[in-house]
C-alpha cells in the first residue's frame, strides 16, 4: 500500500544536541509538509515543500530547518533542541496544493529531548 | 482562514450513528471543510472533505448547511475503534494558504460499549 512513512518512532535526545528525523513516501507526491504537535495540543504547520521550492511559516522557529535530497524523502533537522521543542512531529505529502486534494500523513516520530 | 467551533467532547454508543457538529459562520465562498480525525499517539487521518454539497465516502457522510455556516460529520454506526480526536477545519480554496490545513481543539468522540 501507498504510505507515509516516519522513522524512527520514538526518537531520543539531549538538550543541544542536533536531531534528524525521517520521512519517506510512496505516494509519488509532489508537496511534503512537517507539523509540530505538543502534548494536548493540535498539529501546527512548520513548513513544506512543493518539489524542491521550500516554504517556511512565518513562526516557525530558525532551529527548524528541513531538506529534501529527492521526491521520496523530506528531513526535519532540529540545530539545538531545547525542552519545549519535546513534541510529535508528524510528516504529511499532498498531490498538489490544491484545496480538494486532501494532505496524508505518516504516523509520527515522538520526541523526548533529556 | 476562517475559524471554527467544535463542541470539546461527545459520547456515543457503539453501533449507533455519531453526528459531529462545527460551526464555521465566518467561512467564505471557496473555502472548503475538512474533516481529520486521530486516533491517540497516531498521526492525523483524512476522513472527507466538501465545499457546498453533502459528502458521502465509504466513512462517513459531512452535510453542510445551506448557508454554509455549519457543518455535521456523520459515523453512521460507530464502533470502539472510531474513538479519536475529530478536526474540522475551513481551508482556502485559492490563493496563497489554500496548502494549509489550521487545525483547531477538535472534538474527542469516545464510543462507549
Known amino acids: 500500500d501507498a504510505m507515509v512513512i516516519q522513522n524512527p518512532r520514538y526518537q531520543v535526545t539531549q538538550f543541544g544536541k542536533p536531531v534528524t528525523l525521517s520521512c519517506s513516501q510512496t505516494?509519488?507526491?509532489?508537496?511534503m509538509y512537517w507539523y509540530q504537535q505538543k502534548s494536548s495540543q493540535a498539529p501546527k504547520l512548520l513548513f513544506h515543500y512543493y518539489d524542491k521550492d521550500f516554504n517556511n511559516e512565518a513562526d516557525t522557529p530558525d532551529n527548524f530547518q528541513s531538506r529534501r535530497p529527492n521526491t521520496s524523502f523530506c528531513f526535519l533537522d532540529i540545530r539545538s533542541p531545547g525542552l519545549g521543542d519535546a513534541a510529535m512531529y508528524l510528516c504529511?505529502?499532498?498531490?498538489?496544493?490544491?484545496?480538494?486534494?486532501?494532505?496524508?500523513f505518516g504516523p509520527g516520530t515522538r520526541l523526548t529531548v533529556l | 482562514d476562517a475559524k471554527t467551533t467544535q463542541p470539546p467532547s461527545m459520547d456515543c454508543a457503539e453501533g449507533r450513528a455519531a453526528n459531529l457538529p462545527c460551526n464555521h459562520s465566518?467561512?467564505?465562498?471557496?473555502?472548503?471543510v475538512y474533516w481529520y480525525r486521530q486516533i491517540h499517539s497516531q498521526g492525523p487521518q483524512y476522513i472527507i472533505h466538501g465545499l457546498k454539497n453533502n459528502e458521502t465516502n465509504e466513512m462517513a457522510s459531512l452535510i453542510i448547511t445551506e448557508d454554509r455556516k455549519s457543518s455535521t460529520l456523520i459515523l453512521p454506526h460507530a464502533t470502539l475503534r472510531d474513538t479519536a480526536v475529530y478536526y474540522c477545519?475551513?481551508?482556502?480554496?485559492?490563493?496563497?494558504?489554500?496548502?494549509?490545513?489550521?487545525f483547531g481543539k477538535g472534538t474527542l468522540l469516545t464510543v462507549n460499549p
Open positions: 477545519i475551513v481551508r482556502a480554496g485559492s490563493g496563497g494558504s489554500n496548502y494549509k490545513l489550521t
Open positions: 504529511a505529502t499532498s498531490r498538489d496544493t490544491t484545496s480538494y486534494n486532501e494532505q496524508f
Open positions: 505516494l509519488n507526491h509532489n508537496v
Open positions: 465566518t467561512i467564505s465562498g471557496n473555502e472548503y
